[in-house]
């Protein structure tokens, strides 16, 4: 895909400030200036193997220290969230001459954007433990918790924005269980609260029995389908999702 041969064969240009992890102060390819601020860096989550995860932070074009805060995941699992930002919603497209185009319709239009590589092994995201590399959803939401958190140490003025979390695809796993982490964590603390509002899944991917069979249901309710065609599948077709079948349904 063309956003991974752009960063195949090129980098970030990012400054180093401090408090505010790195700023980025240009982008190859990118023929105009930008209004908003842009910053990339690790975040350390588990420091006895080094796993950290990689980051784009995107102000709003608008109202940076008013608008809400949105942490983007794609899915996958094994899906880089750099994927919603060079093919969706962030303020750039990779064209195919390998340069960036300005997206019109970009969330950032009026929103602070995150898109965070999660797990490790995802894109920048990695560990100095290869055991790491192996993982599911209990440890990313715990990881992705740890990263918000020190992500608001980094960014303090930022900790009083609403804050939502979507994402698309695999994060109908990913957006459940991290929302859990916040609300179990905001209910132990009175400090280091999450000013979490409210989450937004496209598309995602929950339970297969359920979400296959549902698609059958869909197309013939929308008249995509004939009744008979219809009938046949809810009598012949099963649903489940065998262990290491590697199908959806069967």
Known sequence: MLFVNFFSFTFLCVLYTGCDGKIITGLPGLESQVSFKQYADYVVVNKTHDRRLFYWFIESQS????????????????????????????????????????NKYSWNKIANMIFLESPAGVG?????????????DEQTASDSLEFLLNFFKSYPHFKDNEFWIAGESYAGHYIPTLTAKIVEHNSKTAENKINLKGLMI??????LTINNGGVTDYVYS???????????????????????SGTAYN
């Open 63 to 102: 109202d940076p220290q008013n608008d809400p805060l949105v942490l983007w995941l794609n899915g996958g699992p094994g899906c880089s969230s750099f994927g919603g930002l060079l093919g969706e919603m962030g303020p750039f497209y990779v064209l195919p001459n390998i340069t960036l185009g300005t």
């Open 124 to 136: 920048f995201s990695k560990s100095n433990n290869a055991q790491d590399y192996v993982t599911g």
């Open 202 to 207: 496209g598309n995602p991917l929950t339970y």
């Open 222 to 244: 929308h008249n995509l389908i004939a009744n008979e065609t219809y009938q046949g599948l809810k009598k012949y077709c099963n649903y489940t999702f065998p262990s290491g």
